[in-house]
């Protein structure tokens, strides 16, 4: 089990996943979002390279057009 902040709060994973999979766990796969990996941003090309580690600080936002 790892322990990461996700937008904020304290979330448990069985283990480091790659953000393309915490994406599907958050039932965010193929949508709009903007990705925060410690501070960083994530480009959506790298979703399934970049992993998920113990202690990380994870934001996602999910885009909503609208007028």
């Known amino acids: 089990m790892i322990k990461i902040r ?3 709060n304290a979330q ?3 283990g480091e996943i ?3 999979e915490l994406l599907k766990f ?9 990705v925060e990996l410690d501070e960083e941003a994530v480009f959506p090309r790298d979703y399934a390279v970049v992993q998920v580690r ?3 600080r ?3 936002v999910a885009l909503a057009a609208g007028g």
């Open 6 to 8: 996700l937008n904020g």
């Open 58 to 60: 994870v934001e996602v």
């Open 12 to 14: 448990e994973l069985e």
């Open 26 to 34: 958050l039932d965010l796969e193929g949508k709009p979002v903007v």
């Open 18 to 20: 790659p953000i393309a």
């Open 54 to 56: 113990d202690g990380a």
